[in-house]
């Protein structure tokens, strides 16, 4: 199975801050990788896709780069919502995988 | 509009047998014209990391997690637009919320899990 390692696990900033999280695969997935955020008590929702690619309606501060083992989720400013979790999710093998996730807290 | 909605017991015995339910609408798994569109189930334990079960197509096409392979079933009913998982031999450890998710083959967002359900939490004590 492709193992994904997210760091940090929590990230603490402030709200107008840039945030950089960070996914790393163990085997390259070309750029077959997503993001996906999860408010508390919902479920996750589609952020960005193939590396760099944002979903319909996703704010243009949330932006995505890397390839093959490396990826990094951007916000540029953070806004009070978006502090919540992140996930990475590869789609380049079975079986899907998933990080651990990152977790964005007021400082 | 495509909707997904997990349905099932919320608690069950260890050793007992778990049965979801994801019943969807917006999609068919009989008349698709994507032969890789299908549903998903993900798991989450509370606080914890998303874990991916399985996965089933129109064309009947079936994936399962590795760890949890010889637990694992399922099967589609088309007339009915569901798609059921069953976890055999439930321990306290398998508490968790358990979701399904739309995923497509063809357009935007292809082999990404797009839509999801609200899930249900299930949780595994005597």
């Known amino acids: 199975d492709i193992v994904l390692t997210q760091s940090p696990a929590t990230l603490s900033l402030s709200p107008g801050e840039r945030a950089t999280l960070s996914c790393r695969a163990s085997?390259?997935?070309?750029?077959?990788l997503a993001w996906y955020q999860q408010k508390p008590g919902q479920a996750p929702s589609l952020l960005i896709y193939?590396?760099?690619n944002r979903a319909t309606g996703i704010p243009a501060r949330f932006s995505g780069s890397g390839s093959g083992t490396d990826f990094t989720l951007t916000i540029s400013s953070l806004e009070p919502e978006d502090f919540t979790v992140y996930f990475c999710?590869?789609?380049?093998?079975?079986?899907?995988?998933f990080g651990q996730g990152t977790r964005l807290e007021i400082k | 509009q495509i909707t997904l909605k997990e349905s099932g017991p919320t608690l069950v015995k260890p050793t007992q047998t778990l049965t979801l339910t994801c019943t969807f609408s917006?999609?068919?798994?009989?008349?698709?014209?994507?032969?890789?569109?299908?549903v998903n189930w993900i798991r989450q334990p509370p606080g914890k990391a998303l874990q991916w079960l399985a996965f089933?197509?129109?064309?009947?096409?079936?994936r399962f997690s590795t760890s949890l392979r010889s637990r694992l079933a399922i099967t589609k009913d088309t007339s009915k637009n569901q798609v059921v998982l069953t976890v055999t031999n439930m321990d306290p450890e398998d508490t968790a919320t358990y979701f399904c998710?739309?995923?497509?083959?063809?357009?935007?967002?292809?082999?990404?899990?797009?839509?999801w359900g609200q899930g249900i939490l299930v949780t595994v004590s005597s």
């Open positions: 998710a739309h995923r497509r083959s063809i357009g935007t967002y292809a082999y990404y899990l797009d839509y």
């Open positions: 917006g999609f068919s798994l009989r008349t698709s014209r994507d032969s890789g569109e299908g």
């Open positions: 085997q390259s997935v070309s750029n077959y």
């Open positions: 999710q590869q789609r380049y093998d079975w079986p899907i995988t």
């Open positions: 089933i197509n129109r064309d009947d096409v079936k």
């Open positions: 193939d590396v760099s």
